[in-house]
Structures are given as C-alpha cells and as structure tokens.
C-alpha cells in the first residue's frame, strides 16, 4: 500500500512515520486479580516537526449491552490481536466506550546512534511514557519493515503507585490497522499478557 510522509516530518523519526494518525478500535485487558474485561481505545500520535512523536492513548471499559449475545469473547480477541500482528488479522467490532480504564501519554524517538550489528531495515526506537496512576517508563527496542518490538529499560513508581516491575510491547501494522499487545511484570506476577488491541486509522493527522 503506498504511503506518503507526513508533511513537516522530521527525517529522524521517518522510521516511525506509519505511526502517525488517529487510531480507535478494540481490546481486551486482563491480569491475575483482575478480570478481563474489554475496552475500546483511541490512540493519538502526531509530530510538531522536531525528532520526535508524540503520543497519547486512552482506553474506556465497554459498556455491557441489553443484548449478552453482543458481548465481545475477550479471550478470542485477545488470540486474534496477537495472532494479527503476525499477518492473519481479524475482524473489526462495533462496541460502546464506557468509563476510563487507563490513559498515558509520552513520545516516540529513533536513537541517534545505530548498533553495528543491527540488520540494515531496522532502527533502535525509544519510547518514553508517564500515566496518571504514577508510573514512568523507558522502553527500548527496535523498528523495521511495520513491527516494533519493545521492553521496559526503567520503570519508576510515585510511593502511591502499584508495583510495575518491567513490560514488553508489540506493535504492528497488518493490512493498515495498528496491532498492539501488552505483557506485564506487575503485583509481584511473573511477565505475561496484560493487554491486546487492534485499531483502524481514524485520520492521518498530517
């Protein structure tokens, strides 16, 4: 599919470029002590011209139907979204966004200086973010051919905050939707999955 740089962007963060835009869809959250549950979330990442993206996403409960049979079987979602981000994808859901589950925001920055032993289509990507709930955290990784792959490098914590030990993300980009999943080291549990979505752009936002 072809694709045009967003205008004014910085040359820095062209590995990044299929990032920027509006994306809403649905996902599904879930984690030892609390029950899945799924959620509808939008996600905004744009760019004022420096080296950088900014990024915003915020996620809202679904609000139940009167009809059960409209229910989303997170557990499908949640095989499907990971399954996608590996090329199969999945079918979009049609849901009511309820009350904030989570938000956060932060940016989005290609490394300045490239490891010699990193594979010629790939880039070492940072992503800085902070939330509400009184984290901070750094993840690093790589980009390359519409796949990031991320984990937690620090993670701080307010004193009032729950304990988030280190993370991993995955993000892809399969047949122009934004895959993402989200495994979690938290409430002293082992890493594993806490969060999984798939998102349609809404708008370019260039």
């Known amino acids: 599919m072809p694709f045009d740089l967003p205008d004014g962007l910085a040359p820095e963060v062209?590995?990044?470029?299929?990032?920027?835009g509006h994306w809403r869809g649905e996902g599904v959250v879930g984690y030892p002590g609390i029950e899945e549950a799924a959620f509808v979330q939008d996600v905004?990442?744009?760019h004022d011209g420096g080296p950088y993206l900014r990024y915003t996403s915020t996620m809202r409960l679904v609000v139940v139907p009167d009809n059960p049979a409209e229910l989303i079987d997170a557990a499908l979602l949640d095989?499907?979204?990971?399954?996608?981000i590996d090329g199969s994808g999945s079918?979009?859901?049609?849901?009511e966004a309820g009350p904030v589950w989570s938000t956060e925001s932060g940016y989005w920055r290609i490394?300045?200086?490239r490891p010699v032993e990193l594979p010629e289509d790939q880039f070492p990507v940072e992503l800085l973010l902070s939330d509400p709930a009184g984290h901070l955290?750094?993840?690093?990784?790589v980009v390359g051919s519409g796949?990031?792959?991320l984990a937690s490098d620090l993670v701080a914590s307010t004193s009032t905050a729950v304990e988030v030990a280190a993370g991993t993300r995955l993000y892809g980009l399969v047949q122009g939707d934004l895959m993402w999943a989200w495994d979690l080291a938290a409430f002293g549990q082992p890493?594993?999955?806490y969060a999984s979505a798939r998102l349609a752009r809404v708008e370019a936002d260039r």
């Open 14 to 20: 062209y590995p990044l470029a299929w990032l920027v």
């Open 147 to 149: 796949r990031i792959e």
């Open 111 to 113: 490394a300045p200086e």
């Open 79 to 84: 095989d499907a979204a990971r399954v996608a």
């Open 137 to 141: 955290a750094l993840y690093l990784g």
């Open 91 to 95: 079918d979009h859901l049609e849901v």
């Open 191 to 193: 890493l594993q999955t």
């Open 44 to 46: 905004h990442i744009d």
